[in-house]
């Protein structure tokens, strides 16, 4: 993996770059709800403005069918202010040729909803020309819009002098350290509702891992596949065949496969049911489900972790939203913190509902890197070449 970074920029003062950023922020009722994303491009855009360039943010915001008011990034300009700490101009698309060229040196601004363009997200060379005319510098800053071949991510690196941002770097090099080129033995923590959707990640991983852990629902369906009575638990039965390969395929890569051998379970999904119990995973009765994977099983996957230098983390290990089924996932998310702190463990997290999990065991900053991807964070891990990083590369 070799790209450019600001470390290889020259003098950029009075240079318009044009920065891709990932301000895809969740907002109620006209306030952004969670800023990590804004803050995400501190380092990045303070950088620039400070070296003296126009920095010009571009950045998509929701799913915008046509452009609406409702979609318009001018809403999220006064949190990035405040994130920022600085002035931050909004332009909007009417006009921004003769508005970006009255920007001074230093000055942040940010650019309209990319995707108010009907050709964005069809990397239309047109609207890549459109964009490229109001920049002599591409920056692409927003690791978690890369897997979208779209002008902004990917066709501007085409044709301006491209470079990775620092947020971008963190994460590819984290990346990079946790599966590209990681210290062994690495271990694997996937869980999650279902294998369905995360059955590229599985295929890849069992290629790459020493220790594959499964929990969630997923791990209802490997149980199920091997013979095992999951009750009424989620599962994907109709899946038998695909886990019973994607063990096979382990057996063979020498990866050994963590499946709970002691499991919380319920007669009902509610916090603290009266039906609770924790009991051997060959004991689930009929009417009971499968809630979060059991203490005994917790220590053993402590244990293997123990003897891993990297790890890697997507998704839950049981309905960790609601109490009790939180346990198991707090337990090895403060495991695995605990051997990052003491320097034995490199621990990267990737993925919507990892981050939020990791945020309520309370040690998010305690791993080694958190991704601030979702989607791009699910197919980097089922081994895909992601076009906005590739066309940082070329
Ligand atoms: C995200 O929110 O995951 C990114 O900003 C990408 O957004 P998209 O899924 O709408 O492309
Ligand atoms: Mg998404």
């Not at 690196?157 to 080129?181: D, S, T």
């Not at 463990?345 to 309520?360: E, K, M, Y």
Request: a negative charge; aromatic letters at 6%; glycine letters at 8%.
């Amino acid at each position: 993996m070799s790209f450019r970074t600001l470390d290889d920029l020259g003098d950029v003062h009075g240079k318009r770059v044009l920065v891709r950023e990932d301000l895809n922020v969740p907002m109620q009722d006209g306030h952004v709800t969670d800023d990590t994303r804004l803050r995400a491009t501190l380092p990045t855009v303070t950088e620039l403005a400070d070296k003296g360039a126009i920095v010009l943010v571009l950045a998509h915001f929701g799913r915008p069918k046509a452009p609406t008011p409702d979609f318009s990034l001018s809403r999220v300009v006064r949190a990035y202010e405040n994130v920022l700490g600085r002035e931050v101009r909004y332009v909007d698309w009417e006009g921004a040729a003769e508005n970006v060229a009255m920007l001074q040196p230093g000055d942040v601004a940010v650019l309209e909803n990319t995707r108010f363009f009907g050709g964005e997200e069809k990397n239309d060379p047109a609207v890549v020309e459109r964009f490229a005319r109001l920049g002599d510098i591409y920056v692409n800053d927003a690791f978690s819009a890369a897997h979208r071949a779209h002008a902004s991510t990917e066709g501007l690196a085409r044709v301006l002098p491209a470079y990775a941002g620092r947020a971008m770097q963190a994460e590819l090099e984290a990346l990079e350290k946790a599966l590209g080129n990681p210290e062994r033995p690495v271990a694997a923590v996937v869980g999650g509702a279902k294998v369905s959707t995360k059955l590229d990640v599985l295929k890849n991983l069992v290629g790459k891992v020493n220790h594959l852990i499964i929990g969630g629902g997923m791990a209802n369906t490997f149980l199920a596949a091997r013979g095992v009575n999951v009750g009424k638990s989620l599962a994907e039965h109709d899946l038998r065949d695909t886990a019973l390969e994607i063990l096979d395929a382990a057996d063979r890569a020498n990866c050994t496969v963590h499946l709970p051998y002691d499991v919380v379970v319920a007669k009902e999904f509610a916090a603290n049911p009266p039906s609770l119990r924790t009991c051997n995973v060959h004991e689930v009765a009929a009417d009971e489900m499968i809630l979060d994977v059991g203490p005994a099983a917790v220590e053993a996957l402590a244990d293997a972790i123990k003897n891993c230098r990297t790890l890697v983390w997507n998704g839950p290990l049981g309905a960790f939203e609601t109490p009790p089924f939180d346990s198991a996932t707090v337990a090895l998310a403060r495991t695995a913190a605990a051997l990052t702190e003491e320097g034995s463990l490199v621990s990267v997290a990737g993925g919507g509902d990892t981050v939020a999990a990791l945020n309520h065991a309370g040690v998010a900053d305690d791993f080694t890197f958190v991704s601030t991807a979702g989607g791009a964070f699910l197919e980097w891990m089922e081994g895909k070449e992601l076009p906005g990083v590739k066309a940082l590369e070329a």
